[in-house]
């Protein structure tokens, strides 16, 4: 099972303890806030099922292969996404360093909604045992929590220590094992939200929003949406899915992985879905309310609902959960280059790297609702000249900018890097080498995996990325 035997330099990185945990912990890492918040306010604000059509297409010619890909050169590289893009070829070192970034920045926005998140368990914790739950006035409770500094700094606290203390644990005993037991729990709530949804009156309509495309409504910024959200819900294009690769052993599959966990993921977001749409409907709400749509507007759906508290305790559990298993991952990118690449014990690293990370996190909690750094933006700290009103992210606040910059543009391109490296680098010869065990294990679509991903998925995204960037 060690991968030291083999590659001796690299005895001091942990490894998983199962092939089970490594799936737990990939499926933990894609399944998220991306999957639960994300994805339904994507397709209430673009369009409804349009969105979720493309989503699948994308998710088959780009998702699928490029993550067989990411967890290929990791299990190639045996190191951190850096060390392995260097192993690959020492010019594209840099590969490496823009998902870290990219890692750095998604965190530090995601722990803000994580840490909302957090609140909303303890409100409908609270609300069981007699305190109030937030219908009637959700508006105005969520307002509250985003725009006092004092109650979003202190949630984004508490969920990022959460996942600082289990990425302390190690990765047997911390990462892996936090997944194993919050996977199956995840979809087994999920499950049960789902029946709840779908036996509500009026449900109907919700699943028409859902499942019955409106081709009118296809265009570039709802493609440009759909390619970054395929990347942001299989935690691709930023080295989570090479850090975990290279945790397995060049024995172990990722062949079968790559296709579980897309299908898993893809399945926790459209169960999410039809959680939402159907309850949204039949309860007489809107579903384009944006980022705000589980925090305001379900709050709503449960109180109809009976046992509205216990479904509003068991749906931000899981979505906690599902933002904790997503978090570490992306707190492992970092680690694991720390570790690699500059030696640094795996404990101090966790430490360090969580206490700057939850700190940049403090900005983006600041930026929402009517927070002090809401209006805040580079075009903004001009005083907004036209010229700069223009160009996209220098407008957005502190809190959509790393959102912005990391869907739109670094995971892109973060994509178009596994292609280049894996493709175009690596070559047919030495990627399909790994994958196969050097031609002991079968790939009968080997020749079409590496059509797609030396020209059709680097092409897709490239126009996709470029046309969304500017429309
Ligand atoms: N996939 C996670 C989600 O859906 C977010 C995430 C974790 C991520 N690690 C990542 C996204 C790495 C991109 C890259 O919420």
Redesign the pocket.
């Known amino acids: 099972m060690s991968n030291a035997s083999t590659t001796p330099p690299v005895s001091h990185r942990g490894h998983w303890k199962s092939q089970f945990g490594f799936l737990m912990a990939a499926i933990g890492?894609?399944?998220?806030?991306?999957?639960?918040?994300?994805?339904p306010y994507l397709v209430g604000t673009n369009g409804g099922a349009i969105f979720v059509l493309v989503y699948l297409v994308l998710l088959a010619i780009v998702g699928i292969p490029l993550m067989l890909t990411e967890i290929t050169i990791g299990q190639y590289g045996q190191s951190d996404a850096l060390g392995s893009y260097k192993k690959i070829h020492p010019k594209v070192s840099f590969f490496g360093a823009m998902?870290i970034l990219?890692?750095v920045l998604?965190l530090s926005f995601?722990g803000t909604i994580g840490g909302w998140v957090t609140y909303y368990v303890g409100v409908y914790f609270m609300a069981i045992f007699g305190g109030t739950n937030p219908a009637g006035k959700s508006m105005e409770v969520f307002s509250e929590l985003i725009s006092v500094p004092s109650l979003s700094i202190s949630w984004h606290l508490v969920f990022m220590l959460a996942c600082i203390v289990i990425v302390l644990g190690g990765l047997q005993k911390g990462t892996e094992r936090a997944n194993k037991i919050m996977i199956p729990l995840l979809f087994f709530s999920l499950l049960i939200l789902g029946f709840a949804a779908m036996t509500l009156p009026g449900s109907s309509e919700g699943l028409s929003f859902y499942l019955k495309p409106d081709f009118s409504k296809l265009s570039f910024s709802v493609l440009g949406s759909a390619l970054g959200q395929v990347?942001?819900?299989?935690?691709?294009?930023?080295?989570?899915?090479i850090t975990y690769g290279s945790y397995l052993s060049k024995k172990q599959s990722g062949k079968k992985n790559s296709v579980v966990i897309p299908i898993c993921?893809t399945l926790a977001?459209l169960l999410a879905g039809l959680v939402i749409f159907p309850a949204v409907f039949a309860t007489g709400m809107k579903p384009g309310s944006g980022p705000g749509l589980i925090f305001v507007t379900l709050p709503e759906v449960f109180n109809k609902l009976p046992g509205g508290n216990y479904i509003g305790l068991i749906f931000f559990v899981t979505v906690l959960f599902?933002?904790i298993s997503?978090?570490i991952?992306?707190l492992e990118?970092p680690v694991a280059y720390l570790v690699d690449q500059k030696k640094v014990k795996r404990q101090s690293a966790v430490l360090w790297l969580g206490l700057a990370i939850t700190l940049l996190g403090i900005l983006p909690s600041l930026s929402n609702g009517n927070g002090p750094l809401t209006q805040f933006s580079i075009s903004a700290l001009f005083g907004n000249p036209e010229w700069m009103k223009s160009i996209k992210f220098l407008t957005l606040n502190p809190f959509d900018l790393p959102d912005y910059i990391?869907?739109y543009i670094l995971?892109p391109l973060?994509g178009l890097a596994l292609c280049i490296g894996g493709a175009w680098i690596m070559g047919k010869e030495k990627l399909l080498g790994v994958i196969t065990h050097n031609g002991t294990k079968p790939f009968k679509l080997g020749n079409l995996y590496f059509t797609i991903i030396k020209y059709i998925a680097p092409i897709a995204i490239l126009i996709i990325f470029v046309q969304s960037l500017f429309s």
Do not use: K
């Open positions: 890492s894609a399944i998220g806030l991306g999957n639960l918040w994300r994805f998902g990219a890692a998604m995601y990347f942001f819900s299989l935690s691709l294009g930023m080295g989570t899915m993921d977001a599902a933002a997503s978090a991952s992306a990118i990391v869907s995971l973060g």
